[in-house]
């Protein structure tokens, strides 16, 4: 999420400096433009693409003379703790992409209405992402605690407590909740954005002509939606492969492995196994898989297109 | 912003870029030394006081940090040639891994002053392949801690502090089931509860080896029938509800302090706080054993490591030297921390204060430490494995304290290690 946050900010800033005023002309645009986007790929190029590029040389190299080879990789194919750890990844991002666009795009369509205190729900619905990942997190630790509200709140219904995060079966989704808990939000207001700019018109038109409000839905809103909905897509897929506060917080990976994502297994293997250059080949395959799913994703946004 | 000449935007960008420059020399003029441990912050504070006072121009920064994030920061900040940590806290089994990463200063050539300080027993625990890499600090040892008032409600005697005497463990478990009947919230708990710390002589006790084997301690030999009997046994204290699930190890020992716990076996530093616990009557005895077994203690503990790549070597060596090599510095360190140091002078001196300060609860206190590290402990293994080994360790005790099958955890951890320790360059 982070991840999405920063990299928005980033073109903010640069739409910024592209608007500066042209009439000073003590020093030429080019370098107000220079100097104004200076920080922003400064910081893009010492804090994203220079660790990025250091991981994936020292992934490349083996042995204390540091060969190069593949040797990093290989282990990683053969060794039963990545396995687990990708397959966890691949369910957790197969359930929680969904989930949350659909909770998003649900409480966007809500909050798009005229609700009576129609600005408080909307406070309320971004609230969550205001406070920070880890204290989200300690937060709802508390709440799925086995003695904690959550059960608390099931025995007034007659449901059985659970076990949530501290048994392997219900761990993972317990996770999936509470980053929804704090995502959802987030991505809701790029939506509600992208809704209030739908013309009324075409809805008018369209409700001239017959339609009902599935019909609308399918054939005005979510064509209209395309450009906001492509964002929150990719944005969302590449925050739910970088989940690891929650997880290092919660669970630590636990139980039995059942929420060891890839950017947990990434961090015991290099900062408590100390195996840095199998970290760094275990995030060459992550930076590898982001690509390759934020690829398909933007070739079947622009394939609906043209349709 | 009004009108600015190119000069002056350059003025201010190079100002702008300079400052962290600035910032950082003003900084090295101090010659402030980082000191980097997983003990509460404030635990070292009169020990720093102390040397300040003697050493003026060196300023101490105390970097805390909690016990389970101790190693991933060494690992992340020495790795990364880090030199804000100068002087920090080395688990003795993490000594040969820390060596063979260069995470240590050689400290061979201070050998006969270093000697001549400390007991013999501890400088095995700064060694690695002949050298000598770190300080000497504490020891440690375990004590059975009982709640005299949940003892006696449920009419069971005060086990005995003499060494010859102690309780076997299966003696133990049936009079922490009785307790348990009688109103004792939790019968039996270890304070470490998922840590092979304190697990390790469960297998020792009965000869069952530590859990590796072979060349250099690298090949895991934990799916033998004993390794699994006992581990079935841990995994019942949890499932028959004798011991509390889901509580932290850090919580562990306010459980016995507000009286919930019949009898627990925790580290002998504990004393401290349990004798400031209000309304809190206990006594301490020695750890138990297995019938047919022979009694095992674990032992162990932090020695002082010097980082390579200090910029401050000398200050961060004099730091060292007084936490260890100065008996008074010793025991000044084990006060707040109440540690067994293993500077001679300090220990003694140690060993009385606090057998006198606790009154009758710890008059046994120098008794029992000073025959178990004279004939019971066992040591952690000390090969280059040891880190990953124990990180990988502490992470199944915790999945089987919850449930997890004891036969398959041990099985699948044996994988595991196999290929970390294949990774180990």
């Given at each position: ?26 020093v ?10 200076a ?5 893009v ?25 593949l ?8 060794d ?12 957790f ?6 989930f ?24 309320l619905?971004?609230l ?49 909740l ?20 739908i ?15 599935w019909q ?72 590898a898989?982001?690509v ?16 | 912003?009004?009108?600015?000449t190119?000069?002056q ?5 190079t ?15 101090e ?7 997983s ?48 002087v ?12 063979h ?5 050689d ?5 006969g002053e ?18 000598l ?42 009079n ?25 002589p469960l ?13 250099g301690?690298?090949?895991?030999a ?10 079935e ?50 006594g ?29 070597q ?10 260890t090599?100065?008996g ?12 067994p ?16 300060a ?31 080994f ?34 180990l360059?």
């Open positions: 999420m982070m991840t999405a946050h920063s990299s928005s900010q980033d073109t903010a800033t640069a739409h910024k400096a592209a608007a500066a005023p042209k009439s000073h002309r003590t030429s645009e080019g370098a107000v433009a220079a100097i104004f986007l920080p922003a790929i400064v910081a190029l010492v804090l994203r693409i220079w660790p990025t590029g250091l991981a994936l040389w020292q992934s490349f190299h083996v042995g204390a003379a540091g060969r190069f080879g040797a990093n990789y290989t282990f990683l194919f053969s039963p703790s990545f396995h687990d750890a990708l397959a966890a990844t691949l369910l991002s197969l359930i929680v992409n969904p949350q666009i659909a909770c998003a795009l649900g409480l966007a369509l809500v909050l798009n209405r005229d609700l009576p205190a129609g600005p408080l729900w909307r406070t619905v971004l969550p992402v205001a406070v920070p990942q880890s204290v989200s997190a300690i937060i709802m630790g508390v709440v799925f605690r086995p003695d904690g509200p959550a059960n608390a709140l099931l025995a007034t219904i007659g449901l059985p407590a659970q076990g949530f995060l501290t048994t392997p079966e219900q761990a993972l989704y317990t996770i999936i509470i980053v929804s808990w704090i995502g959802v939000g987030y991505w809701t207001t790029f939506l509600l954005a992208g809704l209030k700019e013309p009324a018109a075409l809805y008018e038109a369209a409700v001239i002509d017959g339609a009902n409000s609308q839905f399918r054939f005005i809103t979510l064509p209209q939606l395309r450009r906001p909905l492509t964002f929150v897509l990719v944005a969302d897929t590449v925050a739910n492969f970088l989940v690891f506060a929650p997880v290092q917080i919660l669970t630590k990976g636990g139980p039995q492995g059942s929420t060891n994502l890839i950017m947990n297994d990434i961090y015991a293997r290099g900062f408590l196994s100390g195996d840095m250059r199998g970290a760094a080949a275990e995030t060459g395959i992550l930076v898989i982001v390759i799913i934020v690829a398909i994703q933007f070739r079947m946004m622009t394939g609906a297109k043209s349709e | 912003m009004a009108k600015m190119r000069r935007i350059m003025a201010l960008s100002g702008l870029l300079a400052s962290p420059l600035i910032a950082r020399f003003a900084h090295a003029q010659a402030r030394i980082g000191f980097l441990s003990q509460k912050a404030g635990a070292f504070d009169a020990v720093i006081a102390a040397f300040e006072a003697a050493n003026p121009g060196i300023k101490m920064q105390a970097q805390n940090v909690p016990f389970d994030q101790l190693n991933a920061q060494i690992q992340a900040r020495l790795g990364a040639g880090d030199t804000s940590v100068d920090f806290t080395v688990d003795e089994p993490r000594v040969p891994a820390y060596a990463k260069g995470f240590l200063s400290l061979t050539p201070m050998r270093i000697e001549a300080a400390v007991t013999p027993a501890a400088l095995v625990g700064s060694s690695f392949k002949d050298k890499w770190s300080f000497p600090f504490w020891t440690t040892s375990q004590f059975l801690f009982f709640n005299n008032d949940l003892l006696k409600k449920a009419g069971l005697p005060a086990p005995d502090s003499d060494p010859a005497k102690r309780l076997t463990w299966e003696d133990l478990l049936t922490a089931r009785t307790a348990q009947k009688a109103g004792a919230k939790w019968g039996f708990a270890f304070d470490q509860n998922d840590r092979y710390y304190e697990l390790q297998y020792e006790s009965q000869g069952f080896g530590p859990g590796l084997s072979g060349d301690l690298l090949t895991p934990l799916t033998s029938p004993g390794w699994v009997k006992t581990t046994w841990y995994r019942d204290l949890y499932a028959s509800g004798l011991s509390p699930r889901g509580v932290a190890y850090e919580q562990m020992p306010a459980l016995f302090s507000s009286g919930q716990v019949a009898y627990m076996v925790a580290g002998v530093w504990h004393a401290r706080v349990f004798r400031l616990a209000k309304e809190l009557n206990f301490i005895a020695p750890m138990p054993y297995f019938a047919g077994g022979k009694p095992v203690t674990p032992t162990g503990s932090w020695t002082i490591g010097v980082n390579p790549k200090s910029a401050r000398d200050a961060a060596m004099k730091f060292a030297k007084f936490l090599l100065d008074n510095g010793a025991l000044l360190a084990s006060t707040i921390a109440p540690q140091p293993v500077n001679k002078v300090a220990f003694e001196a140690y060993l009385k204060r606090e057998s006198e606790g009154g009758g609860n710890t008059a046994a206190f120098a008794k029992i430490i000073s025959h178990e590290l004279a004939n019971t402990t066992v040591s952690r293994p000390r090969t280059i494995g040891y880190v990953v124990e990180e990988i360790m502490n992470r199944m005790y915790s999945d089987i304290r919850n449930g997890a099958e004891a036969k398959s955890s041990l099985e699948r951890t044996q994988a595991a290690l196999t290929a970390a320790f294949s990774r360059e």
